[in-house]
Every structure is written in C-alpha cells, then in structure tokens.
C-alpha cells in the first residue's frame, strides 16, 4: 500500500509542477498496482482516476479525462451505491468537464444529476445543495444567452 500511497503522491506533485507527463506516468502505475494488488473496486484506485482526469483535463485531452471519471463513477456506484456522497461529487465533476468543453447541455444533465444524489443525502436546505444547485442555474444561464445570441444572429 505505502508503494501505491507514494505513487499517487509523485503522481500529485508533478501535476502541482505542471509535469503533466510525469503526473499521468505515476498515476497510471499507481492505479495498475492498486487493481492488481486490491481489486478494480478498490475506494483508491476511483481518487486516482479523478487525479487522473485532473492531469488529463489540463492537457486538454478532454475525451481521456471523460473516460477516467467514467471509471472513478463505475467504481463507487459499485463499492457505495448509486446514491451516495462520492457518486454525486463525480456526477459534479463531470458536469465542470463538460461546461469546459463546452457541451453545457450535457454539463446541466450531469449537474441535475448530483442535486438530486446530494438533495436525497443531505435534504435540500444543506449548503452543499444550494451550491450545487447554484452552480446549475449558472450552467442555464450561459445555455440561456447561448441561444439568445443565436436568435440575434439570424
């Protein structure tokens, strides 16, 4: 464990140095141990495919970090379940890769996503929710003036 451990950490560091090369090389040989060591369902390896996506989403390969927190999600619904505080973070973050893209309508159906995950969890009055809700009705509104711009084009 403390090799995956110390794996991860070089792997987080380069990030930090904007080695992104280096970032990517530990975390994929971290996440290789993890799975041959532990299982694929091992809570770890889903943390280092989200650091993944980080490292993937700086250098812009946007369909590589799409994938890598395709993996994280596959991972906790399968170790805590559908509705549980992990899923919702992914769904989250997958809504911030997609505005990156941007496809914001895919960014809102991933964000409505984790609301409702978060809402179930936490009731709809926890902070945590108006945030995420907050950061939905952001996401409408770029769709908003994204189609009112179209109108005034034509």
Not at 85 to 105: G, K, M, Q, V, W
């Amino acid at each position: 464990m403390e090799t995956i451990e110390a794996l991860m950490m070089i792997g987080i560091y380069n990030f930090a140095r904007k080695k992104f090369d280096a970032a990517e090389y530990y975390l994929l040989k971290a996440i290789f141990l993890a799975k041959f060591a532990y299982s694929e369902c091992y809570p770890e390896v889903m943390v280092m495919h989200m650091n993944l996506s980080t490292v993937y989403e700086a250098e812009k390969k946007f369909t590589d970090a799409i994938m890598s927190l395709f993996m994280a999600l596959n991972i906790s619904i399968k170790v805590y379940g559908n509705n549980h505080l992990h899923t919702a973070i992914i769904f989250s973050a997958l809504a911030s890769l997609h505005y990156d893209i941007p496809d914001i309508e895919q960014a809102i159906r991933y964000q409505q996503r984790s609301i409702s995950i978060l809402e179930e969890l936490l009731g709809s009055e926890d902070e945590r929710v108006v945030e995420a809700k907050n950061i939905c009705e952001g996401y409408r509104n770029i769709q908003n003036s994204k189609k009112i711009r179209e109108v005034h084009e034509k």
